[in-house]
């Protein structure tokens, strides 16, 4: 419901279709099922210019990452890794390589299973 109201109110705020600011989500995926993922993932790029997205590793898998691909509008990737105290380490990958490090959803599920 949240996005909803959020792109209600960012296209009255436009009077475009597309909002031309970028959109930022912090653990988009959270809480939210496969369905909901692939539904976000293809519906957000159809109203938002630039979506900006703060995800870590359990949320972002290779399922959606490969959606993301296929919309052909997936720009950028970056892994910010903890150094110590103030310190992290930004490294930008290209799509491909961004990819190949996300797990798959049944790595994912075995882990939850192990712990």
Do not use: C
């Amino acid at each position: 419901m949240s996005i909803s109201f959020i792109a209600a109110l960012a296209k009255a705020a436009a009077k475009d279709e597309i909002l031309e600011m970028p959109l930022f989500m912090d653990t988009p995926f959270g809480r939210l099922s496969y369905e909901h993922r692939r539904n976000l993932i293809t519906q957000i790029p159809n109203f938002s210019a630039q979506w900006i997205l703060l995800a870590t590793d359990t949320e972002l898998r290779k399922q959606e990452a490969n959606l993301l691909k296929s919309s052909r509008k997936w720009g950028k990737f970056y892994v910010l890794e903890s150094k110590g105290a103030g310190v992290t380490q930004i490294e930008e990958l290209d799509v491909d390589n961004a990819i190949a490090i996300l797990k798959d959803s049944e790595e994912e599920r075995a882990y939850e299973y192990v712990n």
